[in-house]
């Protein structure tokens, strides 16, 4: 389910997302170029994973067609009406939470932050801020979405820290970027092989 929904999306913004990566990978390496800087790579992808992130949420929460439900402003009344494990539960209830799991990450990875309680404020802003729009474009607002994306945030951030204590306790050899940059790359060809089906579909 996951997949299609991911083919889904990039069958619909591919072009944005191709003219925006050649525009700013060219711009990337001229300024690299012009001020010597050094160039890392899984901290580029990083960089480029949430440009491209951005956009990718911008098409889901502007474009996609839910006109056939209504606005809720009662906490919890939405995500509770679908069973758990069902395929309404996996997109509408898991799918707002892992749609902002990489916000959560992306944002505490470049801030540095410690606090979740800066990744729930800014999620909810972001969230908020969806919803509203939404509402003025003829979608719906929903209360649950927001907590759900506050949660995917918090989720991400949680990664986020997960992953930098497992950096700060692991030796010295494993802190290399050349370490870092090989998970970035097994990473990407287990994406590659998933959207491609080499992978099967977990859910």
Do not use: H
């Not at 410690?114 to 969806?130: E, G, P």
């Amino acid at each position: 389910m996951f997949k299609s929904a991911i083919t889904e999306i990039f069958n619909n913004v591919w072009p944005l997302l191709v003219i925006v990566s050649v525009i700013i990978i060219s711009l990337r390496v001229a300024y690299i170029i012009k001020y010597k800087i050094k160039f890392t790579f899984y901290k580029e992808i990083l960089m480029f994973g949430f440009i491209m992130y951005v956009l990718c949420l911008f098409y889901v929460v502007t474009f996609q067609d839910v006109n056939w439900s209504t606005s809720n402003y009662i906490p919890f009344k939405e995500m509770f009406r679908y069973t758990i494990g069902s395929r309404m539960f996996f997109k509408n209830v898991i799918g707002n939470m892992l749609m902002f799991v990489p916000f959560g990450f992306f944002v505490a990875y470049f801030l540095k932050l410690n606090k979740a309680r800066y990744i729930f404020l800014l999620s909810a802003l972001v969230s908020v801020t969806i919803e509203t729009i939404q509402k003025s474009i003829g979608r719906v607002f929903d209360v649950d979405d927001i907590i759900l994306n506050i949660i995917g945030g918090i989720v991400g951030f949680l990664l986020f820290k997960l992953i930098y204590f497992l950096k700060a306790k692991s030796p010295e050899f494993l802190k290399k970027d050349i370490i870092y940059n090989i998970i970035i790359v097994v990473i990407m060809v287990l994406m590659i092989a998933y959207m491609f089906g080499i992978i099967g579909d977990f859910v």
